[in-house]
């Protein structure tokens, strides 16, 4: 049964968003839009200077695995990017209980990230 306090994928999806969004932050984008929405991409479209980019932002919690990029839809985003000028960066941040990964998120405890920053792809 199911811990009514675990992390739905809409609140992992947040969570990974804000990471995300702290980097980019204190790397000098500037925010042009931003998508919570699961499943719509980009999560962010963001700008530096008059470089416009896209950000697909994903939570891999275990036991998936880090680096398994879904190669069609970056293909796709990275199509409709094309159109505007803009890079496309993928960002996938690995969450997990701090006292075992193997253990869903819970409401209140703590947590572990694996963030290695944005890719551009």
Not at 5 to 20: G, I, K, R
Not at 76 to 85: L, S, T, Y
């Amino acid at each position: 049964m199911q811990n009514p306090n675990e992390l739905t994928e809409q609140e992992l999806h947040n969570l990974a968003m804000n990471v995300v969004g702290e980097d980019l932050k204190s790397q000098g984008f500037d925010f042009l839009a931003v998508n919570s929405k699961l499943k719509k991409n980009p999560q962010f479209v963001v700008q530096k200077g008059k470089q416009m980019s896209f950000v697909l932002v994903r939570a891999i919690c275990f036991p998936e695995k880090l680096h398994n990029e879904d190669k069609f839809l970056l293909d796709k985003v990275k199509a409709h990017a094309q159109k505007f000028d803009a890079d496309l960066y993928y960002a996938e941040v690995g969450l997990g209980h701090a006292e075992d990964m193997t253990k869903a998120l819970v409401k209140g405890e703590p947590y572990s990230e694996i963030y290695q920053g944005l890719k551009k792809i």
